[in-house]
């Protein structure tokens, strides 16, 4: 089945300045929530899809992972020492959590135990709800700094919240996100199994699987940095580099944003915030 993206996980060191960051790209950033585990988060929604802010905020609080158990906090922490601030996992929208496990443990690369949580979500008004959610892990073997999984909404009317899908920078909704590899096609398997949508190749260095919510491309990193005019993380791994969404309001903002030094150049058709202003991740706003 296929699976559209749901969110990708911005880890950060100081979650308030990320929150700021993305404040000055035009973006409404939802409030500080906590998780039991020693992380903290703010969410920015559109509609179906979010970017997670996430801070390592209590480590001691942070347990292991071993080889059944996938530790979401240990993750991310272990990035942010390896690599620094920047995206770490993708997440799909998952339908049937026990049937996502059995696909991926099928194919060799799950082998994780379902995970289910809630926690209290602060709304715009200051309230609080519960969320709650179930998730199954997959790991792509030779790619140790992307994360992976299915995210199912347990109670999704208590976290959508069309309030904070209003953004100033004209955003309407995920176009893609954007993953880079030295060979994109060793990991064209993974990624069909991953998203249910085998990827296209458009080039020898680029394919693209189209979801039924954005686009999941993959392409060298020298491709990258012709498509974007920016850098790609360093190394030769998959790493998650970019989140594409499309807006009406990025031609306009665009002057602001050069005069902060927050975009390296004019790409046509397209706004890019590149990671050295955005702590690690590329954003991109292509017109509407």
């Given at each position: 089945m296929a699976r559209g993206l749901d969110h990708v996980v911005h880890v950060v060191r100081d979650l308030d300045a990320a929150g700021e960051v993305y404040d000055l790209l035009g973006f409404t950033v939802g409030p500080r929530n906590r998780h039991p585990w020693g992380t903290q988060n703010r969410i920015i929604q559109t509609d179906g899809f979010f970017m997670e802010l996430?801070?390592?905020?209590?480590?001691?609080?942070?347990?292991?992972?071993?080889?059944?158990?996938?530790?979401?906090?240990?993750?991310?922490?272990?990035?942010?020492?390896?690599?620094?601030?920047?995206?770490?996992?993708?997440?799909?929208?998952?339908?049937?959590?026990?049937?996502?496990?059995?696909?991926?443990?099928?194919?060799?690369?799950?082998?994780?135990?379902?995970?289910?949580?809630?926690?209290?979500?602060?709304?715009?008004?200051?309230?609080?709800?519960?969320?709650?959610?179930?998730?199954?892990?997959?790991?792509?073997?030779?790619?140790?700094?992307?994360?992976?999984?299915?995210?199912?909404?347990?109670?999704?009317?208590?976290?959508?919240?069309?309030?904070?899908?209003?953004?100033?920078?004209?955003?309407?909704?995920?176009?893609?996100?954007?993953?880079?590899?030295?060979?994109?096609?060793?990991?064209?398997?993974?990624?069909?199994?991953?998203?249910?949508?085998?990827?296209?190749?458009?080039?020898?260095?680029?394919y693209v699987a189209q979801t039924p919510r954005g686009d999941i491309d993959i392409m060298t990193r020298a491709t990258f940095g012709e498509r974007f005019g920016t850098t790609a993380p360093a190394g030769e791994d998959l790493r998650l580099a970019a989140v594409r969404f499309t807006s009406t309001g990025a031609a306009s903002m665009r002057r602001g944003l050069a005069a902060r030094k927050m975009i390296e150049e004019a790409m046509e058709g397209m706004v890019v915030a590149p990671p050295r202003a955005i702590m690690g991740a590329a954003i991109v706003l292509e017109l509407e």
């Open positions: 996430l801070e390592i905020s209590e480590p001691d609080k942070i347990t292991e992972g071993d080889s059944g158990h996938f530790s979401f906090g240990a993750f991310n922490r272990d990035f942010l020492e390896r690599n620094g601030q920047g995206l770490s996992m993708l997440v799909t929208e998952g339908k049937d959590p026990a049937a996502e496990k059995a696909a991926f443990d099928a194919a060799g690369v799950g082998g994780f135990d379902l995970f289910d949580f809630s926690r209290l979500a602060r709304r715009p008004d200051g309230g609080e709800v519960e969320v709650g959610f179930s998730l199954a892990f997959a790991r792509d073997e030779t790619a140790p700094n992307a994360g992976f999984f299915t995210c199912t909404q347990r109670k999704p009317e208590n976290f959508w919240n069309a309030q904070l899908q209003r953004h100033t920078n004209g955003v309407t909704r995920v176009a893609g996100v954007v993953l880079v590899a030295e060979r994109p096609i060793d990991h064209i398997s993974f990624i069909d199994t991953f998203c249910g949508v085998t990827p296209r190749r458009a080039t020898d260095a680029w």
